[in-house]
Protein backbone atom coordinates (compact mmCIF):
# COMPACT_ATOMS: atom_id res chain seq x y z
CA UNK A 1 0.00 0.00 0.00
CA UNK A 2 1.19 3.32 -0.42
CA UNK A 3 2.06 5.91 2.78
CA UNK A 4 -0.48 8.56 3.38
CA UNK A 5 2.15 10.62 4.56
CA UNK A 6 5.95 11.67 3.11
CA UNK A 7 8.53 11.87 6.26
CA UNK A 8 12.46 12.30 5.76
CA UNK A 9 13.81 9.73 7.60
CA UNK A 10 17.56 9.89 8.70
CA UNK A 11 20.27 6.86 8.88
CA UNK A 12 22.37 9.24 10.14
CA UNK A 13 21.30 10.63 13.45
CA UNK A 14 20.46 14.35 14.24
CA UNK A 15 21.82 14.02 16.93
CA UNK A 16 25.34 13.22 15.34
CA UNK A 17 24.55 15.56 12.27
CA UNK A 18 24.36 18.97 14.89
CA UNK A 19 27.72 18.08 15.98
CA UNK A 20 28.78 19.66 12.13
CA UNK A 21 26.03 22.19 11.92
CA UNK A 22 26.03 25.56 12.26
CA UNK A 23 23.40 28.70 12.09
CA UNK A 24 22.66 29.93 8.68
CA UNK A 25 22.98 33.56 7.84
CA UNK A 26 22.06 34.95 4.97
CA UNK A 27 24.56 35.92 2.46
CA UNK A 28 23.18 38.89 1.20
CA UNK A 29 22.32 40.21 4.81
CA UNK A 30 25.66 39.49 5.65
CA UNK A 31 27.11 41.13 2.59
CA UNK A 32 25.05 44.41 3.59
CA UNK A 33 25.71 44.38 7.05
CA UNK A 34 22.15 43.57 7.95
CA UNK A 35 20.95 41.73 11.28
CA UNK A 36 17.95 40.46 9.29
CA UNK A 37 16.65 40.38 5.46
CA UNK A 38 13.70 39.97 3.77
CA UNK A 39 15.24 37.36 1.08
CA UNK A 40 13.29 34.15 0.25
CA UNK A 41 14.59 31.24 1.33
CA UNK A 42 14.01 27.63 0.44
CA UNK A 43 12.57 25.27 3.41
CA UNK A 44 14.18 24.93 6.51
CA UNK A 45 17.49 27.36 5.37
CA UNK A 46 16.44 30.63 6.76
CA UNK A 47 18.69 32.29 8.83
CA UNK A 48 19.03 30.62 12.03
CA UNK A 49 18.19 27.37 11.01
CA UNK A 50 20.99 24.77 10.97
CA UNK A 51 23.16 24.01 7.76
CA UNK A 52 25.87 21.27 7.18
CA UNK A 53 29.16 22.36 5.01
CA UNK A 54 28.38 19.66 1.68
CA UNK A 55 30.39 18.71 -1.24
CA UNK A 56 26.96 17.51 -3.65
CA UNK A 57 28.88 14.24 -5.66
CA UNK A 58 25.98 14.71 -8.19
CA UNK A 59 27.62 14.01 -11.67
CA UNK A 60 29.39 15.64 -14.01
CA UNK A 61 30.56 18.21 -11.42
CA UNK A 62 30.92 18.07 -7.91
CA UNK A 63 30.27 21.15 -6.09
CA UNK A 64 30.49 22.71 -2.43
CA UNK A 65 27.29 23.45 -1.21
CA UNK A 66 24.90 24.61 2.67
CA UNK A 67 22.29 22.17 2.70
CA UNK A 68 19.65 21.94 5.78
CA UNK A 69 20.35 19.59 8.57
CA UNK A 70 17.17 18.00 8.38
CA UNK A 71 17.75 16.97 4.69
CA UNK A 72 21.04 15.03 4.28
CA UNK A 73 21.95 11.31 4.91
CA UNK A 74 17.93 10.53 5.07
CA UNK A 75 15.55 9.40 2.56
CA UNK A 76 11.76 9.71 2.37
CA UNK A 77 9.66 6.88 4.44
CA UNK A 78 13.22 4.76 4.76
CA UNK A 79 12.11 3.07 7.02
CA UNK A 80 8.28 2.80 6.85
CA UNK A 81 6.68 -0.67 6.18
CA UNK A 82 4.19 -0.52 3.31
CA UNK A 83 2.64 -4.00 4.68
CA UNK A 84 1.02 -2.62 7.33
CA UNK A 85 -2.14 0.20 7.58
CA UNK A 86 -1.64 1.81 10.61
CA UNK A 87 0.55 4.37 10.67
CA UNK A 88 1.66 3.54 14.25
CA UNK A 89 2.37 0.37 12.85
CA UNK A 90 4.05 1.88 9.14
CA UNK A 91 6.24 3.83 11.48
CA UNK A 92 7.46 1.42 14.47
CA UNK A 93 11.18 1.06 13.14
CA UNK A 94 11.37 4.60 12.89
CA UNK A 95 10.22 4.93 16.25
CA UNK A 96 11.84 2.56 17.59
CA UNK A 97 15.01 4.10 16.43
CA UNK A 98 14.11 7.35 17.97
CA UNK A 99 13.81 6.01 20.95
CA UNK A 100 17.39 3.95 21.00
CA UNK A 101 18.63 7.47 19.76
CA UNK A 102 17.27 9.47 22.87
CA UNK A 103 19.26 7.21 25.04
CA UNK A 104 22.26 6.88 22.87
CA UNK A 105 22.54 11.28 22.62
CA UNK A 106 22.81 10.79 26.41
CA UNK A 107 26.43 9.14 26.16
CA UNK A 108 27.19 10.59 23.29
CA UNK A 109 26.77 14.19 24.60
CA UNK A 110 28.63 13.25 27.25
CA UNK A 111 31.54 11.88 25.39
CA UNK A 112 31.60 15.42 23.22
CA UNK A 113 31.13 18.00 26.53
CA UNK A 114 33.73 16.12 28.44
CA UNK A 115 35.95 16.34 25.19
CA UNK A 116 35.44 19.93 25.16
CA UNK A 117 35.73 20.61 28.76
CA UNK A 118 39.69 19.18 28.32
CA UNK A 119 38.53 16.15 30.29
CA UNK A 120 41.19 13.21 29.41
CA UNK A 121 39.10 10.64 29.22
CA UNK A 122 35.18 10.36 29.80
CA UNK A 123 33.54 7.20 31.79
CA UNK A 124 31.24 4.31 30.78
CA UNK A 125 29.18 1.84 32.66
CA UNK A 126 28.95 -1.29 31.21
CA UNK A 127 25.28 -1.01 30.34
CA UNK A 128 26.68 2.13 28.77
CA UNK A 129 29.02 0.71 26.44
CA UNK A 130 27.07 -2.34 25.30
CA UNK A 131 24.31 0.36 24.69
CA UNK A 132 26.78 2.45 22.56
CA UNK A 133 28.24 -1.08 21.03
CA UNK A 134 24.95 -1.67 19.84
CA UNK A 135 23.55 1.65 18.79
CA UNK A 136 27.29 1.28 16.81
CA UNK A 137 26.16 -1.41 15.20
CA UNK A 138 22.80 -0.35 14.29
CA UNK A 139 24.79 2.87 12.50
CA UNK A 140 26.14 0.63 9.97
CA UNK A 141 23.10 -2.04 9.91
CA UNK A 142 20.39 0.82 9.30
CA UNK A 143 22.14 2.71 6.79
CA UNK A 144 21.63 3.22 2.72
CA UNK A 145 23.75 0.16 1.53
CA UNK A 146 21.45 -2.12 3.50
CA UNK A 147 18.51 0.21 2.54
CA UNK A 148 19.72 -1.32 -0.98
CA UNK A 149 20.28 -5.08 -0.34
CA UNK A 150 16.88 -5.35 1.88
CA UNK A 151 14.01 -3.18 0.32
CA UNK A 152 12.48 -5.17 -2.01
CA UNK A 153 9.28 -6.31 -2.40
CA UNK A 154 9.74 -9.80 -4.11
CA UNK A 155 12.35 -12.30 -2.72
CA UNK A 156 13.55 -13.05 -6.40
CA UNK A 157 14.86 -8.95 -6.58
CA UNK A 158 17.61 -9.79 -3.53
CA UNK A 159 20.74 -10.15 -4.98
CA UNK A 160 23.45 -10.10 -2.30
CA UNK A 161 26.00 -12.94 -1.85
CA UNK A 162 24.39 -14.57 0.62
CA UNK A 163 20.87 -15.12 -1.85
CA UNK A 164 20.64 -18.52 -1.35
CA UNK A 165 20.89 -18.47 2.76
CA UNK A 166 18.40 -15.86 2.92
CA UNK A 167 15.83 -17.18 0.84
CA UNK A 168 15.63 -20.32 2.38
CA UNK A 169 15.71 -18.41 5.66
CA UNK A 170 12.46 -16.61 4.55
CA UNK A 171 10.78 -19.65 3.76
CA UNK A 172 11.80 -21.66 7.02
CA UNK A 173 10.48 -18.82 9.18
CA UNK A 174 7.54 -17.71 6.83
CA UNK A 175 8.96 -14.14 5.66
CA UNK A 176 7.49 -12.60 2.57
CA UNK A 177 9.80 -10.08 1.23
CA UNK A 178 13.49 -9.55 2.34
CA UNK A 179 12.37 -6.20 3.97
CA UNK A 180 10.54 -8.05 6.00
CA UNK A 181 13.61 -10.13 7.35
CA UNK A 182 15.50 -7.02 7.85
CA UNK A 183 12.93 -4.89 9.77
CA UNK A 184 12.55 -8.41 12.49
CA UNK A 185 16.58 -8.26 12.52
CA UNK A 186 16.64 -4.67 13.22
CA UNK A 187 13.77 -5.06 15.89
CA UNK A 188 15.22 -8.13 17.44
CA UNK A 189 18.86 -6.35 17.73
CA UNK A 190 16.97 -3.02 19.32
CA UNK A 191 15.24 -5.21 21.76
CA UNK A 192 18.30 -7.45 22.54
CA UNK A 193 19.13 -7.17 26.22
CA UNK A 194 23.28 -7.81 26.03
CA UNK A 195 23.81 -9.71 29.53
CA UNK A 196 27.03 -9.06 31.58
CA UNK A 197 27.42 -13.10 31.74
CA UNK A 198 27.00 -12.90 27.20
CA UNK A 199 24.53 -15.18 27.19
CA UNK A 200 22.86 -13.26 24.24
CA UNK A 201 25.66 -14.35 22.01
CA UNK A 202 24.52 -17.74 21.89
CA UNK A 203 20.50 -17.21 22.25
CA UNK A 204 21.14 -13.98 19.08
CA UNK A 205 21.94 -16.39 16.16
CA UNK A 206 17.94 -18.15 17.71
CA UNK A 207 16.04 -15.10 17.26
CA UNK A 208 17.14 -13.94 14.02
CA UNK A 209 18.87 -14.28 10.35
CA UNK A 210 22.16 -15.90 11.86
CA UNK A 211 24.45 -14.69 9.53
CA UNK A 212 23.64 -11.20 10.39
CA UNK A 213 23.47 -12.41 14.11
CA UNK A 214 26.97 -13.68 13.99
CA UNK A 215 28.21 -10.33 12.23
CA UNK A 216 26.92 -8.04 15.30
CA UNK A 217 28.82 -10.50 17.53
CA UNK A 218 31.64 -10.09 16.04
CA UNK A 219 31.30 -6.38 15.80
CA UNK A 220 30.65 -6.47 19.66
CA UNK A 221 33.08 -9.19 20.32
CA UNK A 222 36.09 -9.53 18.31
CA UNK A 223 36.91 -5.47 18.55
CA UNK A 224 37.77 -3.14 21.00
CA UNK A 225 36.99 1.10 20.96
CA UNK A 226 39.17 3.69 21.24
CA UNK A 227 38.10 7.10 20.83
CA UNK A 228 40.44 9.61 18.80
CA UNK A 229 40.32 12.85 18.29
CA UNK A 230 43.26 15.60 16.07
CA UNK A 231 46.38 16.60 17.89
CA UNK A 232 46.01 19.59 14.94
CA UNK A 233 43.59 22.23 15.94
CA UNK A 234 42.86 22.09 12.04
CA UNK A 235 42.17 18.70 11.58
CA UNK A 236 38.73 17.06 11.63
CA UNK A 237 36.78 13.96 10.45
CA UNK A 238 34.39 14.21 7.55
CA UNK A 239 31.06 12.21 7.19
CA UNK A 240 30.42 10.25 4.01
CA UNK A 241 26.98 8.48 3.00
CA UNK A 242 28.53 5.09 4.30
CA UNK A 243 31.21 6.14 7.01
CA UNK A 244 29.47 3.89 9.37
CA UNK A 245 30.01 0.76 6.66
CA UNK A 246 33.95 1.13 5.91
CA UNK A 247 36.28 -0.64 7.09
CA UNK A 248 40.20 -0.74 6.64
CA UNK A 249 41.64 -4.01 6.01
CA UNK A 250 42.45 -6.42 3.24
CA UNK A 251 39.80 -7.63 0.53
CA UNK A 252 39.98 -9.67 -2.74
CA UNK A 253 37.77 -10.04 -5.72
CA UNK A 254 37.62 -12.48 -8.50
CA UNK A 255 35.74 -12.93 -11.61
CA UNK A 256 33.08 -15.36 -11.89
CA UNK A 257 32.25 -17.48 -15.55
CA UNK A 258 30.04 -14.55 -16.93
CA UNK A 259 33.30 -12.41 -16.64
CA UNK A 260 31.82 -10.61 -14.13
CA UNK A 261 33.77 -8.77 -11.32
CA UNK A 262 32.46 -10.26 -7.41
CA UNK A 263 33.70 -9.12 -4.38
CA UNK A 264 35.66 -12.54 -2.06
CA UNK A 265 37.11 -12.34 0.55
CA UNK A 266 37.69 -9.39 2.52
CA UNK A 267 38.73 -8.79 6.87
CA UNK A 268 38.57 -5.64 8.90
CA UNK A 269 41.45 -4.53 10.91
CA UNK A 270 39.42 -1.43 11.87
CA UNK A 271 36.04 0.29 11.74
CA UNK A 272 34.77 3.53 12.45
CA UNK A 273 32.19 5.59 13.66
CA UNK A 274 32.75 9.91 13.08
CA UNK A 275 30.43 11.59 16.32
CA UNK A 276 31.91 14.71 15.67
CA UNK A 277 34.45 16.63 13.51
CA UNK A 278 37.30 16.20 16.48
CA UNK A 279 35.89 12.82 17.50
CA UNK A 280 35.83 9.31 16.03
CA UNK A 281 35.23 6.32 17.64
CA UNK A 282 37.42 3.31 15.96
CA UNK A 283 36.88 0.23 16.21
CA UNK A 284 40.26 -2.56 16.50
CA UNK A 285 40.45 -6.29 15.87
CA UNK A 286 42.03 -8.14 18.79
CA UNK A 287 43.96 -10.31 16.56
CA UNK A 288 46.38 -6.86 16.49
CA UNK A 289 49.02 -7.09 19.07
CA UNK A 290 48.31 -5.13 22.06
CA UNK A 291 51.45 -5.28 24.52
CA UNK A 292 49.65 -4.59 27.64
CA UNK A 293 48.19 -8.48 27.08
CA UNK A 294 50.98 -10.28 25.43
CA UNK A 295 52.97 -10.78 27.93
CA UNK A 296 50.76 -13.92 28.86
CA UNK A 297 51.37 -16.73 26.70
CA UNK A 298 48.15 -18.04 25.91
CA UNK A 299 47.03 -14.54 25.45
CA UNK A 300 49.85 -14.12 22.98
CA UNK A 301 49.33 -16.99 21.18
CA UNK A 302 45.96 -16.48 20.62
CA UNK A 303 45.95 -13.62 19.11
CA UNK A 304 48.84 -14.36 17.09
CA UNK A 305 46.62 -17.87 15.99
CA UNK A 306 43.49 -15.45 15.27
CA UNK A 307 46.13 -12.69 13.19
CA UNK A 308 47.55 -15.76 11.16
CA UNK A 309 44.19 -17.24 9.80
CA UNK A 310 42.42 -14.28 9.44
CA UNK A 311 45.00 -12.59 7.76
CA UNK A 312 48.25 -13.40 7.01
CA UNK A 313 47.42 -17.12 5.58
CA UNK A 314 44.35 -15.79 3.20
CA UNK A 315 46.43 -12.40 1.92
CA UNK A 316 49.80 -13.12 2.50
CA UNK A 317 52.44 -12.86 5.65
CA UNK A 318 53.28 -9.14 4.45
CA UNK A 319 49.62 -8.01 5.26
CA UNK A 320 49.22 -5.55 7.55
CA UNK A 321 47.18 -2.56 8.54
CA UNK A 322 47.47 1.13 7.42
CA UNK A 323 47.14 2.11 10.89
CA UNK A 324 49.15 -0.51 12.47
CA UNK A 325 51.15 2.48 14.41
CA UNK A 326 47.83 4.47 15.35
CA UNK A 327 48.25 5.29 19.08
CA UNK A 328 45.60 3.66 20.55
CA UNK A 329 45.19 1.33 23.62
CA UNK A 330 41.93 -0.20 25.54
CA UNK A 331 40.02 1.28 27.95
CA UNK A 332 40.70 0.97 31.16
CA UNK A 333 38.10 -0.36 34.26
CA UNK A 334 37.64 -1.11 37.48
CA UNK A 335 38.42 -5.16 37.61
CA UNK A 336 41.97 -4.51 35.96
CA UNK A 337 45.44 -2.37 36.69
CA UNK A 338 48.17 -1.66 34.57
CA UNK A 339 51.82 -2.83 36.16
CA UNK A 340 55.03 -2.48 34.28
CA UNK A 341 52.85 -1.79 31.22
CA UNK A 342 51.07 -5.13 31.89
CA UNK A 343 47.13 -5.19 32.30
CA UNK A 344 46.70 -7.47 35.64
CA UNK A 345 43.37 -8.21 37.40
CA UNK A 346 43.15 -6.15 40.78
CA UNK A 347 43.20 -7.70 44.10
CA UNK A 348 40.07 -9.98 45.02
CA UNK A 349 38.49 -9.86 41.71
CA UNK A 350 36.13 -12.52 41.03
CA UNK A 351 36.62 -12.60 37.75
CA UNK A 352 33.02 -11.86 37.48
CA UNK A 353 31.38 -9.17 34.78
CA UNK A 354 28.59 -7.46 36.10
CA UNK A 355 26.31 -4.15 34.80
CA UNK A 356 27.89 -1.46 37.35
CA UNK A 357 31.70 -2.35 36.00
CA UNK A 358 32.92 1.16 34.64
CA UNK A 359 35.00 1.93 31.83
CA UNK A 360 37.68 4.50 31.25
CA UNK A 361 38.13 5.87 27.82
CA UNK A 362 41.06 7.96 26.99
CA UNK A 363 40.60 10.84 24.02
CA UNK A 364 43.77 9.35 22.12
CA UNK A 365 45.22 12.34 20.26
CA UNK A 366 46.40 11.43 16.68
CA UNK A 367 48.43 12.94 14.25
CA UNK A 368 47.45 14.48 10.77
CA UNK A 369 48.68 11.41 8.68
CA UNK A 370 46.24 9.18 10.95
CA UNK A 371 43.11 11.74 10.34
CA UNK A 372 44.26 11.89 6.51
CA UNK A 373 44.41 7.98 6.42
CA UNK A 374 41.14 7.38 7.70
CA UNK A 375 39.22 10.39 5.89
CA UNK A 376 40.83 9.04 2.64
CA UNK A 377 39.04 5.81 3.48
CA UNK A 378 35.95 7.34 3.87
CA UNK A 379 36.46 9.34 0.67
CA UNK A 380 37.97 6.07 -1.49
CA UNK A 381 34.60 4.14 -0.59
CA UNK A 382 32.50 7.57 -1.32
CA UNK A 383 32.33 6.23 -5.07
CA UNK A 384 28.38 5.71 -6.03
CA UNK A 385 27.03 7.96 -3.10
CA UNK A 386 25.96 11.36 -2.85
CA UNK A 387 26.96 13.96 -0.06
CA UNK A 388 30.45 14.62 2.32
CA UNK A 389 29.82 16.79 5.47
CA UNK A 390 32.24 18.66 6.57
CA UNK A 391 32.52 21.27 9.55
CA UNK A 392 34.99 24.14 8.58
CA UNK A 393 35.15 25.58 4.84
CA UNK A 394 38.82 26.30 5.22
CA UNK A 395 39.96 22.43 5.47
CA UNK A 396 38.14 20.66 2.75
CA UNK A 397 40.83 21.58 0.13
CA UNK A 398 43.55 20.02 2.17
CA UNK A 399 41.01 16.98 2.62
CA UNK A 400 40.46 16.79 -1.05
CA UNK A 401 44.35 17.38 -1.90
CA UNK A 402 45.37 14.48 0.87
CA UNK A 403 43.16 11.88 -0.87
CA UNK A 404 43.99 12.61 -4.73
CA UNK A 405 47.64 13.13 -4.21
CA UNK A 406 48.34 10.79 -1.56
CA UNK A 407 49.66 7.26 -2.47
CA UNK A 408 47.52 4.49 -4.29
CA UNK A 409 48.66 1.73 -2.61
CA UNK A 410 45.28 1.15 -1.06
CA UNK A 411 43.16 3.61 -2.46
CA UNK A 412 42.41 4.98 -5.63
CA UNK A 413 42.75 1.65 -7.83
CA UNK A 414 40.94 1.82 -10.96
CA UNK A 415 39.13 -1.42 -11.48
CA UNK A 416 35.59 -3.54 -11.39
CA UNK A 417 32.63 -3.52 -13.99
CA UNK A 418 32.37 0.34 -14.59
CA UNK A 419 36.10 1.23 -14.08
CA UNK A 420 34.81 4.82 -16.13
CA UNK A 421 32.32 5.62 -13.12
CA UNK A 422 34.88 4.96 -10.45
CA UNK A 423 37.69 7.15 -12.30
CA UNK A 424 35.31 10.34 -13.20
CA UNK A 425 34.56 9.98 -9.19
CA UNK A 426 38.36 10.73 -8.80
CA UNK A 427 38.78 13.37 -11.50
CA UNK A 428 35.72 14.76 -9.85
CA UNK A 429 37.65 14.91 -7.09
CA UNK A 430 40.58 16.44 -8.39
CA UNK A 431 38.72 18.76 -10.32
CA UNK A 432 37.12 20.23 -7.04
CA UNK A 433 40.60 20.49 -5.07
CA UNK A 434 42.25 22.46 -7.97
CA UNK A 435 38.90 24.54 -8.31
CA UNK A 436 39.60 25.26 -4.54
CA UNK A 437 43.68 25.83 -5.45
CA UNK A 438 45.22 23.03 -4.97
CA UNK A 439 47.72 22.46 -7.80
CA UNK A 440 48.82 18.56 -7.15
CA UNK A 441 47.27 16.07 -9.54
CA UNK A 442 45.59 12.85 -9.13
CA UNK A 443 47.94 9.82 -7.86
CA UNK A 444 45.81 6.28 -9.07
CA UNK A 445 45.91 2.78 -10.31
CA UNK A 446 44.62 -0.20 -12.09
CA UNK A 447 43.48 -2.77 -10.77
CA UNK A 448 45.62 -6.35 -10.77
CA UNK A 449 43.43 -9.10 -11.34
CA UNK A 450 45.12 -12.08 -10.01
CA UNK A 451 43.85 -15.37 -11.56
CA UNK A 452 41.94 -17.52 -9.23
CA UNK A 453 43.98 -20.90 -9.17
CA UNK A 454 40.67 -22.91 -6.94
CA UNK A 455 39.12 -25.62 -8.26
CA UNK A 456 35.79 -23.88 -6.72
CA UNK A 457 34.75 -20.61 -6.25
CA UNK A 458 35.12 -18.95 -3.33
CA UNK A 459 31.75 -17.34 -2.92
CA UNK A 460 30.36 -21.27 -3.46
CA UNK A 461 33.07 -22.42 -0.85
CA UNK A 462 31.72 -19.17 1.90
CA UNK A 463 28.18 -20.28 0.99
CA UNK A 464 28.42 -23.59 1.87
CA UNK A 465 30.83 -22.99 4.81
CA UNK A 466 27.96 -20.70 6.50
CA UNK A 467 25.58 -23.88 5.99
CA UNK A 468 27.48 -26.20 7.75
CA UNK A 469 28.17 -23.50 10.35
CA UNK A 470 24.03 -23.58 10.67
CA UNK A 471 23.81 -27.11 10.82
CA UNK A 472 25.93 -27.85 13.29
CA UNK A 473 24.76 -25.24 15.69
CA UNK A 474 20.81 -27.54 15.40
CA UNK A 475 23.25 -30.68 15.63
CA UNK A 476 24.42 -33.11 12.50
CA UNK A 477 23.70 -36.80 12.20
CA UNK A 478 26.22 -39.53 12.72
CA UNK A 479 27.00 -40.01 9.24
CA UNK A 480 27.34 -36.64 8.15
CA UNK A 481 30.49 -36.48 6.52
CA UNK A 482 31.29 -33.51 8.77
CA UNK A 483 30.50 -35.11 11.75
CA UNK A 484 32.65 -37.71 11.21
CA UNK A 485 35.58 -34.86 10.35
CA UNK A 486 35.21 -34.16 14.14
CA UNK A 487 34.63 -37.63 15.45
CA UNK A 488 38.25 -38.11 14.14
CA UNK A 489 39.28 -34.95 15.54
CA UNK A 490 38.48 -35.76 18.98
CA UNK A 491 39.33 -39.37 18.95
CA UNK A 492 42.98 -37.56 17.92
CA UNK A 493 43.01 -35.77 21.38
CA UNK A 494 41.38 -32.60 20.00
CA UNK A 495 39.54 -30.80 22.79
CA UNK A 496 37.86 -27.71 21.58
CA UNK A 497 41.39 -26.55 20.43
CA UNK A 498 40.36 -26.75 16.45
CA UNK A 499 40.18 -22.94 16.28
CA UNK A 500 43.99 -23.16 17.65
CA UNK A 501 44.87 -26.08 15.60
CA UNK A 502 43.89 -24.73 12.48
CA UNK A 503 46.14 -22.09 12.40
CA UNK A 504 49.27 -24.42 13.98
CA UNK A 505 48.67 -26.76 10.83
CA UNK A 506 48.74 -23.79 8.16
CA UNK A 507 51.96 -22.52 9.63
CA UNK A 508 53.26 -25.85 9.57
CA UNK A 509 52.23 -26.33 5.79
CA UNK A 510 53.80 -22.62 5.08
CA UNK A 511 57.09 -23.47 7.15
CA UNK A 512 57.23 -26.28 5.13
CA UNK A 513 56.82 -24.69 1.72
CA UNK A 514 59.60 -22.05 2.61
CA UNK A 515 62.14 -24.38 3.41
CA UNK A 516 61.51 -26.25 0.21
CA UNK A 517 61.56 -23.24 -1.67
CA UNK A 518 64.96 -21.85 -0.14
CA UNK A 519 66.28 -25.81 -1.02
CA UNK A 520 65.93 -25.13 -4.72
CA UNK A 521 69.14 -25.53 -6.36
CA UNK A 522 70.78 -27.54 -3.55
CA UNK A 523 71.90 -30.93 -4.16
CA UNK A 524 69.50 -33.84 -3.42
CA UNK A 525 71.21 -34.84 -0.45
CA UNK A 526 70.30 -31.31 1.22
CA UNK A 527 66.76 -31.32 0.10
CA UNK A 528 66.28 -35.22 1.41
CA UNK A 529 67.65 -34.03 4.40
CA UNK A 530 65.59 -30.93 5.02
CA UNK A 531 62.58 -33.14 4.36
CA UNK A 532 63.37 -35.55 6.82
CA UNK A 533 64.21 -32.96 9.85
CA UNK A 534 60.94 -31.29 8.56
CA UNK A 535 59.16 -34.65 8.98
CA UNK A 536 60.59 -35.47 12.55
CA UNK A 537 60.19 -32.31 13.57
CA UNK A 538 56.04 -32.00 12.85
CA UNK A 539 55.55 -35.73 13.75
CA UNK A 540 56.56 -34.38 17.66
CA UNK A 541 53.46 -32.00 17.69
CA UNK A 542 50.32 -32.94 18.89
CA UNK A 543 48.10 -35.78 16.94
CA UNK A 544 45.39 -33.82 16.10
CA UNK A 545 46.68 -31.01 14.42
CA UNK A 546 49.30 -33.23 12.67
CA UNK A 547 46.37 -34.88 10.89
CA UNK A 548 44.99 -31.26 10.01
CA UNK A 549 48.39 -30.64 8.31
CA UNK A 550 48.34 -33.37 6.49
CA UNK A 551 44.83 -31.85 4.92
CA UNK A 552 46.22 -28.98 4.66
CA UNK A 553 48.92 -29.98 2.71
CA UNK A 554 47.07 -32.03 -0.41
CA UNK A 555 44.93 -28.61 -0.51
CA UNK A 556 47.97 -26.58 -1.06
CA UNK A 557 49.55 -29.69 -3.26
CA UNK A 558 46.18 -30.27 -4.89
CA UNK A 559 45.02 -26.98 -6.00
CA UNK A 560 42.31 -25.70 -3.91
CA UNK A 561 44.68 -22.69 -2.47
CA UNK A 562 43.12 -19.84 -2.56
CA UNK A 563 41.82 -16.67 -0.92
CA UNK A 564 40.34 -18.49 1.73
CA UNK A 565 40.52 -19.56 5.62
CA UNK A 566 41.89 -23.10 6.02
CA UNK A 567 38.33 -23.78 8.60
CA UNK A 568 36.28 -23.47 5.32
CA UNK A 569 38.27 -25.54 3.15
CA UNK A 570 38.52 -28.41 5.94
CA UNK A 571 34.90 -28.55 6.16
CA UNK A 572 33.29 -27.76 2.49
CA UNK A 573 35.72 -29.37 0.27
CA UNK A 574 35.97 -32.87 0.01
CA UNK A 575 39.26 -33.90 -1.52
CA UNK A 576 40.42 -31.64 1.32
CA UNK A 577 38.16 -32.96 4.13
CA UNK A 578 38.66 -36.35 3.50
CA UNK A 579 42.09 -38.38 2.93
CA UNK A 580 44.19 -41.49 3.28
CA UNK A 581 45.13 -40.27 6.63
CA UNK A 582 41.53 -40.71 7.90
CA UNK A 583 41.86 -44.45 7.73
CA UNK A 584 44.64 -44.41 10.54
CA UNK A 585 42.71 -42.37 12.67
CA UNK A 586 40.33 -45.13 12.67
CA UNK A 587 42.10 -47.48 13.91
CA UNK A 588 42.70 -48.73 17.11
CA UNK A 589 45.74 -46.91 17.34
CA UNK A 590 45.60 -43.70 15.35
CA UNK A 591 48.89 -42.39 16.42
CA UNK A 592 51.27 -45.07 15.25
CA UNK A 593 48.93 -45.55 11.91
CA UNK A 594 49.81 -41.57 11.50
CA UNK A 595 53.32 -41.74 11.94
CA UNK A 596 53.66 -44.53 9.39
CA UNK A 597 51.28 -42.40 6.97
CA UNK A 598 53.70 -40.16 6.77
CA UNK A 599 56.87 -42.20 6.46
CA UNK A 600 54.97 -43.52 3.35
CA UNK A 601 54.78 -40.39 1.90
Wanted: hydrophobic residues 35%; neutral net charge; proline residues 5%.
Amino acid sequence: MSFTNTEYQHFIPQFILKNYSYPFQCPKAEHKGRKKCKCKHEKDKFPGDLVVNCVDLTPPHFQLETYPRKRIFGAPNMYNDPAKTASNEQRRIETMFGKMESQASTIFRRIVKNHEAGDAAVTLTRIERDLLRKFLFLLKYRGSGFHQRFYHDKPEDYCSNDRELLLEYMKEHHFSTPRDVWYHNLETIMNLEMDPERKWTRELPCKMFSDDAYWFIMHCEMYYMAICTPSEVTDEFILTDNCYNVFEGPSTFSRDATGKMIAGYHAGYHEFAPISPRLIIVLRCLALPNPEEDYDWEINQARNDALWSSFQRVYGEDTKSMLEDLPIKKCRNNYSEIINGEAHAVAGYDGKFRPTDKFHFTYHPIKNGHVNTINNIFLDNAHGFSTIAYRNKENIKQILESYVSGPCDSHKIVGGDDPDSRYSFMRGLETLAKHLGSQKPLVWRTMKMVPTISMRPSTDKQLEFRRVMQRLKKGLSHDNPVAIFFELYMKLGGKALFNRDVPQAGKMVHFQSVIESLSVGCSEMTQMRNRSIISTMFMASYCSRYWLYLKLLRKEQFGYRDATQDEVDLLVIEEVREGPEDIFAQSKHPIAGLNTSIRGR
